[in-house]
């Protein structure tokens, strides 16, 4: 009877049974759908974020190398490729970031009203503060460069007239962007984003590259004058000047004040490129809203060795290099304008290796442990601090190869090798200090004010002090000691500190509360190292910026390596060292901040 049912019914006893060909199969298929979901889901989750990383940066890299193709034909001295076929090739990319920023400043405004992720860290005010003022004084180059114009419009062309105006409105939009937007972490169009990031990051550093190469011509031209009214021949001047005479009576005047605003128009390029480039790297980034705090104000009580010291470096760094630039001229000053450079550079540099090993000696004895949170920004000073590096090294062992095979000896020699020395070891040194502060945890980083001392038992609200209250509490009417406590438990939550007095409790407080907490002798010492520092740097940064290059003036390289090759490796490694010295100025500030 039942079979006949179970017949009739239609079912099938097997397939009751768990393993069943029907219910195998379906399982086999929803595993197969599950493996399917996690590949696609690997798949699209970091490999297209990876490809637009790889693909942009492709795309930047080679807008780079036809920079260069076009740089190097022009170095050629009988060469068919012209300045304004450069200038019309970065014209170009500047009107296209020009309108990138613009429409991307036109979406921010219509999502205004949506919350924008923003890294913290990306950069200071007091950097875009300090980009401001490059950007003004390049505004002023700008001027001259159109002034220039004017006066040779008539046998120059067009391109030298239109490249100024189009660089000084790429100027203003880009510090407008800098103030603004470099904070920003796009979660939206990232790909297209990435593209029109990393094509201005480029931009600047072929922007970069032109000046560095304008300048290294002066320098070049300025050498090889000096080095023919020292009685050296068989060497060919390039003059530049137009085949016209000036219609205007400041022709000279603008052509001698642009090559004293190229520092300023170099740095503030490469110093927005790596902005920009901190900015490329956070796309699509999720932040950690734990460490993304902004840092309180830094205090400066105790400060007095390190800004008097730094004050005598920048003096004197001004009084040597107004002396180099007058005696280096003469032929009988020559030799002593070298020597006197290089005994000043090794008193400057062996102050700085002492300084930092200060630095160094004070983090050892100090047991902090290291922040290893992802941070873009700090990650970028650290790989710009060394590869920048690699300029001034590379002159410096040059040098001492050229001092131990030199067959001369001239005055400058032994001090030339020490000061080379100096500069490898100061290096070394500096990295390490600027490196070592900026991954540490100081103790601004687990209190809200460094300078306050904690003490939970007075400020934590407890529940013997604050009991709970249900319904509605008119404060007005309630006691002091309560309102207080509210108020400042909310106050708290908020981020603000209310401080109100409070009837003597029985709580016992830790010994000295009540007094001011004396100022951290290490923390004073590592504050005045980090500002002797910055003004020593500055000073370094000077003196080759504006003419004081006695590596080109020695001689010593020039008899071992030759002319036309010591001049490459000058031409390539002063920007590294004039670029690491201004790179050092604003991460020694950060070290000052974090101390």
């Not at 032109?210 to 031209?221: D, P």
């Not at 981020?495 to 007095?501: D, E, L, N």
Request: proline share 4%; charged share 15%.
């Amino acid at each position: 009877m039942s079979l006949t049912m179970v017949e009739h019914s239609g079912l099938d006893i097997t397939c009751l049974n768990k393993y069943c060909h029907s219910s195998s199969s379906s399982s086999s298929s929803e595993q197969e759908k599950k493996t399917f979901a996690k590949l696609k889901l690997s798949l699209s989750g970091d490999y297209p974020r990876k490809n637009a990383e790889i693909l942009s940066g492709q795309y930047g890299t080679n807008l780079l190398l036809i920079g260069a193709a076009l740089m190097l034909a022009i170095a050629y001295q009988d060469h068919t490729v012209k300045e304004e076929h450069l200038l019309s090739f970065i014209t170009c990319l500047m009107i296209l970031q020009l309108i990138w920023m613009m429409w991307y400043i036109l979406v921010r405004e219509r999502q205004k009203n949506t919350r924008t992720e923003r890294d913290v860290h990306a950069t200071t005010c007091w950097i875009r503060g300090g980009l401001t003022v490059l950007a003004l004084l390049s505004l002023i180059m700008d001027a001259f460069r159109i002034g220039y114009y004017v006066g040779y419009q008539s046998c120059v062309s067009a391109v030298l007239g239109v490249y100024p105006v189009i660089h000084a409105t790429h100027t203003i939009a880009q510090v407008h962007f800098l103030w603004f937007h470099i904070k920003d972490v796009i979660k939206s169009l990232e790909t297209f984003e990435r593209f029109g990031v990393i094509h201005a990051v480029f931009t600047n550093l072929l922007l970069w590259c032109n000046g560095v190469m304008s300048e290294a011509k002066h320098f070049l031209n300025n050498h090889m004058r000096r080095l023919s009214d020292l009685g050296y021949g068989n060497l060919t001047i390039v003059h530049s000047e137009p085949l016209c005479n000036c219609t205007t009576n400041t022709c000279s005047m603008f052509t001698n004040s642009l090559y004293y605003l190229y520092p300023f128009n170099i740095e503030y390029h490469i110093f927005v490129s790596a902005m920009l480039f901190v900015m490329w790297k956070n796309i699509g980034r999720t932040i950690d809203h734990s460490l993304n705090q902004k840092r309180l104000a830094s205090k400066t009580q105790g400060l007095s060795v390190g800004p008097i010291l730094g004050l005598l470096a920048l003096a004197s760094t001004i009084g040597i290099l107004v002396v180099y630039i007058t005696h280096v001229e003469s032929l009988k000053t020559h030799q002593s304008a070298i020597s006197m450079f290089y005994i000043y550079g090794i008193v400057m540099l062996v102050s700085m290796c002492l300084a930092g090993a200060s630095g160094l000696l004070i983090y050892r004895v100090d047991h902090m442990p290291l922040d290893n949170s992802k941070n873009p920004s700090r990650q970028l000073d650290t790989e710009l601090l060394f590869g920048s590096s690699v300029g001034s090294w590379l002159l410096s062992w040059c040098s001492i190869v050229a001092v131990l095979s030199a067959s001369s000896n001239p005055p400058h020699l032994w001090t030339n090798f020490i000061y080379s020395l100096l500069i490898v070891l100061e290096k070394y040194m500096q990295n390490l200090f600027i490196i070592e502060s900026l991954h540490r945890q100081h103790e601004d980083e687990e209190r809200e004010d460094p300078e306050l001392p904690s003490a939970p038992e007075i400020f934590s609200v407890t529940s013997s002090l604050a009991p709970p209250y249900n319904g509605i509490i008119n404060r007005a009417y309630e006691t002091p000691d309560r309102a207080c406590v509210t108020m400042e438990n909310e106050q708290e939550e908020s981020g603000q500190v209310y401080r109100c007095p409070r009837k003597p409790s029985e709580v016992p407080l830790p010994l000295g509360s009540q007094e001011a907490e004396p100022p951290n002798i290490k923390r004073r010492i590592l504050k005045n190292i980090a500002v002797f520092l910055i003004m020593c740097n500055i000073s370094l940064w000077i003196l080759p910026a504006f003419g004081c290059r006695p590596q080109y003036d020695n001689g010593l390289e020039e008899d071992t390596f030759g002319f036309s090759i010591w001049t490459t490796v000058l031409n390539f490694a002063i920007p590294l060292n004039l670029f690491y010295r201004m790179h050092s100025v604003a991460s020694l500030f950060e070290v000052f901040r974090r101390v």
